[in-house]
């Protein structure tokens, strides 16, 4: 009997030792990935009350005098403000809704598509874009719109109008960021959508050919209906985003053309120019600030919003 | 089928929609092509177009013979690329094996840690002041490898997958005496190497096409980035007539130098290979997305 118990507790106590072996080893693997986001990510966090002071460089930034709110008094009140913020949200939310509709459209006809072969191919060609650079796509759009050569120009020329200067010339650029945003990511977002149609029972369609539905009434009734949900909670995920830009291509397809700015500078190119070229580190900062916590709002009620409709989809 | 014509014609017309769609996406690629390979003549004559009238190669000896710069970013863009890809999926898995540990204590914590790096940041200025002032990271080859080694979103990515293996296999592995580490390297790792494959791929793109470092903390211009290289050439037309006249002003005059043809053909010499390489991967970045779509 006794040896039995002192089998039994050795081995309990071992189970122990290993037990805690094993935790350490998990907690040992996480240390170095979790001590790298600290310094990388939490560090500059606390930076925020650098959009409190009056950074000076000489000083650094515990010496650099307090000035509460007025980095954000400043910034609020110039004229940049309200452009940038009208641009980020006005460009972003043009970028939400064409890029959706096109990527949607684009995966129903590949779905239609009983080609599947094909479907490869047409995907492999339309996701090419997402592997170029925004730098590279910003030759793209210059090999088009450089104003003596560019391939645009050549063929208003052939046609007998005159020539647009396109670089100096913001009203047209709305219409070919747009463009630009939607040809980059078309590809890969229409992926989703085509992952979700291949989803659907198919038996849903035999029932409406059954019925005698047509192709458009198909489309209308039962693909679309079916991609709703994703399509909505896609929708509202994106809005979260809203106060987000993206800097590549604003900075590399209008190749930072000041002439531009009226439509195309948006909160990251600014926070980057206000930084790096006018090195203005408090104004940069106060903006940076805002960005965050807007955003960080917006991400807030959107995943709220999705929470309600699909706890599934919650991004937390 | 009783319109099974009407049928066909449709799909016709369907490929034939899609296959004028997707020669439309490539198209601007198409048109860099061509103008690297016109000759400099022609697209002062003619504009840049998709017709080649003179088949010219100059622009390409151009780049070979004189571009030591572009070379130089070459290996400085595959060097860190290369050790980013593979610290990068190495340290994130081990962050995301233990993720998946029901029993472990603070794993929600550590997630919700992650996570909320995602939600909210200090912004642009504190992470460059702490870059250049105090890690004195600016002007070296590690600027472009740590800062973005943990993405939450591939950890969690990561975590989605490791979890999803049968549970069996490891606690049979445990039994046979291997302990955390010994699993996570005999076991998780091998049996992960398609998601593994993914994020490495993801990483490595990113890396290939990253300007934006090179552009805030980069002076030394031997540690340019590809991209960055490129960028500066579109940005300040002179940069090229301003290269050759420290490489052979001899052999050429300034007025000869194929410019316009020269840009567009460092494009292509930079876009290239990541165009030629990833579309044979494309099935591991649509799993990639399909499964980070997915909430783990």
Redesign the interface.
């Known amino acids: 009997m006794k040896s039995v118990d002192v089998v039994l507790s050795n081995k309990l106590k071992n189970g122990g030792g290993l037990k805690r ?3 350490v ?6 240390a ?3 001590l ?2 600290f ?10 009350f ?2 409190f002071k009056e950074y000076r460089y000489d000083l ?2 515990l010496r650099s005098k307090w000035v509460g709110l007025n980095n954000f008094k400043v910034f609020m009140m110039s004229d940049d403000f309200m452009r940038i913020t009208v641009n980020t949200i006005v460009m972003n939310f043009i970028f939400i809704i064409v890029g959706m509709v096109c990527a949607i459209i ?1 995966a129903i ?2 779905f ?4 599947r072969k ?1 479907v490869k ?24 719109l ?1 104003p ?4 645009i ?2 063929l208003i ?1 052939l046609s007998g109008h005159e020539k647009i200067d396109w670089y100096s010339k913001p009203v047209y650029w709305p219409a070919i960021l747009t463009i630009c945003s939607v ?1 980059k990511s ?3 977002d229409s ?2 959508y085509y ?1 979700a149609l291949m989803g659907i029972d198919t038996e849903l369609f035999e029932a409406a050919r059954i019925d005698g539905a047509n ?1 458009r009434q198909e489309v209308l009734h039962i693909t679309i209906p079916q991609l709703l949900p994703l399509i909505t909670i896609l929708g509202i995920l994106k809005i979260g985003g809203i106060f987000r830009a993206d ?2 291509l604003f900075y ?1 397809t209008t ?2 053309v000041s002439a531009l700015y009226s439509v195309a500078d948006v909160m990251d190119t600014y ?2 120019r206000t ?2 070229v006018l090195g203005d ?1 408090s104004i ?2 106060a903006a ?2 805002l ?2 916590v807007v ?2 709002l917006c ?2 009620i959107t995943n709220y919003i999705v929470k309600k409709i699909d706890p ?5 | 089928m009783l319109n099974s014509k009407e049928n066909k014609f ?2 016709f017309v ?2 034939i ?3 004028i ?3 439309l ?2 198209m ?2 198409l ?2 092509v061509c ?1 690297s390979f016109s000759s400099e003549k022609d ?2 004559v ?5 017709l080649i009238k003179n088949f010219d190669l100059s622009a390409y000896k151009y780049i070979f013979r004189n571009a030591s710069d572009i070379f130089q970013a070459y290996k400085v863009t595959a060097g860190f690329s290369f050790i980013t890809m593979v610290l990068s999926v190495l ?2 898995s ?2 995301a ?2 993720l998946t ?1 029901r029993e ?2 603070g794993r929600q914590a ?1 997630s919700f ?3 909320f ?1 995602m ?12 870059i250049t ?1 105090y ?1 004195h990271l600016d002007d070296t080859i590690w600027v472009y490898i ?5 993405s939450p979103w591939f ?1 969690f990515m990561l975590r989605t997958f490791f979890s999803s293996l049968p549970e069996a296999i490891l606690e049979s592995a445990e039994i046979d005496g291997l ?3 010994g699993i ?1 390297c005999m076991m998780v790792l091998p049996l992960s190497k398609s998601v593994l494959a993914a994020v490495s791929l993801f990483v490595l ?1 990113g890396q ?5 470092t090179s ?2 903390y980069i002076n030394n211009e031997k540690l340019l980035s590809l ?2 290289l ?2 500066k050439i ?2 300040n037309i002179n940069l090229l007539q301003q290269n050759s006249g420290t490489f052979e002003s001899s052999l050429i005059s300034i007025k000869d130098i194929p410019t ?1 043809t020269v ?2 053909a460092m ?1 292509v010499v ?2 290239g290979p ?2 030629l390489v ?2 044979f991967f ?1 099935k591991y ?2 799993k990639g ?2 499964v980070g ?1 997915v ?1 783990g």
Request: aromatic residues 18%.
């Open positions: 072996k094993k935790y080893q998990l907690y040992g693997l996480c170095i990935p979790l790298l986001v310094v990388f990510n939490y560090i500059p966090m606390f930076g925020i650098i959009a650094g930034i684009l006809l590949l239609e598509t009983r080609n094909g191919i047409y995907q492999t060609m339309m996701i090419t874009p997402n592997f170029l650079s925004w730098v590279v796509a910003g030759y793209m759009v210059y090999a088009f450089n003596d050569y560019g391939f120009n050549k020329g040809w078309i590809g890969m992926v989703i992952a192709k800097f590549g590399q190749r930072n926070i980057f930084m790096r580190m940069s900062s940076g600030v960005q965050s955003g960080f991400v807030v599934d989809r919650a991004l937390f | 449709a799909q369907l490929n929609a899609l296959i769609l997707s020669l996406i490539i601007p690629f048109l860099l103008i697209i002062a003619y504009g840049y177009g998709f340290l994130m081990m962050v094996y233990p540990k472990l204590r550590i840690y992650l996570y790096t939600l909210f940041s200090g912004g642009l200025v504190p992470l460059y002041i702490l002032r890690l740590l800062p973005g080694l943990i950890v302990d955390e580490i996570f793109l290939w096409n990253n300007w934006y552009m805030l991209q960055y490129l960028q579109m940005m316009e840009r567009m494009a930079v876009a990541a165009l990833f579309p494309q970045f649509v997305i399909t779509s909430k």
